[in-house]
């Protein structure tokens, strides 16, 4: 007797469901092609907490983007000067190594600056300070989109990533106010003119947007090693961000996927 407890998943009917869900995505244009998400966006900045959130998270579609002339700039709130388990490393060493480490990815990705906002690494906070560094990018930079982790998702865990994504959002009204942080609207830099904003999605909450990301994978994968003191390098390493992308194309028939849900704005 078939043990019915134990989920199998590659039942002929977990597989018609896989199809069905697939074309359903195809049909509601779930799945954007990357050329047609590239012609609403020319600047894109990534406001991100950690040196590898860019990579881990994006980069895939960064990398596709990129390749598609669109101009990105990552704004990167802390040095990630905790991310070790080794006790004899210091949080100075640390720090000096993952910017290294974020400059050669962003190298590898294409990004034309990375912008360091130099807090402490599970002690970023949104506050008006960082509002107004972020609004200082959003000004000279002048990004349209904005990717950022969700700062409304209750399932976040890390309290940086819920303060990049709440900075990035807090400062978006502001900076496009001539009044806001004057200071800044010096050597002809202007007020910021952002027009969308998209969360960073997971496996386990879909965003609307699924982007195929095969094409690139490779590419993420060498540029998410340059984070050397994080991962591996060996085969082993991405073990887990394969299966994770993996899974968010689940649903849409796709070998390799990231997500992102918009946010609208006015
Ligand atoms: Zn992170």
């Known amino acids: 007797m078939a043990d019915t407890m134990t989920p199998d998943t590659t039942t002929p009917e977990t597989l018609q469901a896989e199809k069905e869900l697939a074309e359903q995505a195809a049909a ?15 600047r894109l900045m990534v406001v991100a907490a950690h040196p590898d959130d860019l990579e881990t998270a994006c980069g895939g579609t960064i990398g596709l983007l990129v390749r598609h002339g669109i101009e990105v700039t990552l704004v990167l709130g802390t040095h990630g000067d905790i991310g070790t ?11 000096a190594i993952r910017r290294e480490e ?7 990705l294409g990004l034309k600056d990375v912008v360091f906002l130099g807090r402490h690494d599970g002690e970023l906070v949104a506050d ?72 960073f999605g997971g496996s386990d909450r879909k965003g609307e947007i699924v982007i195929d990301i095969a094409p690139a994978w490779e590419l993420k994968g060498r540029a998410t090693k340059r984070h050397t003191s994080q991962f591996g390098q060996g085969e082993e390493a991405l073990k887990w961000l394969a299966e994770w992308n993996h899974e968010i194309g689940r649903c849409c028939g796709l070998e390799y996927a990231e997500s992102f849900s918009s946010m609208h704005v006015w």
């Open 85 to 95: 388990h080794d006790p004899v490393m210091r949080r100075e060493k640390l720090a």
């Open 128 to 199: 008006l300070i960082l509002r107004a560094e972020v609004a200082n990018a959003y000004r000279r930079y002048q990004p349209d989109t904005v990717f950022t982790f969700d700062p409304y998702w209750a399932g976040q865990a890390h309290p940086d990533h819920t303060a990049a994504g709440r900075a990035a959002l807090d400062a978006y009204m502001p900076s496009k106010m001539e009044l806001y942080h004057l200071e800044q609207l010096v050597d002809g830099v202007k007020v910021a003119d952002v027009k969308r904003f998209f969360f």
């Open 28 to 42: 509601g244009e779930k799945r954007f092609d990357i050329g047609q998400f590239g012609e609403e966006v020319r």
């Open 102 to 108: 974020t400059l050669a990815a962003a190298q590898v």
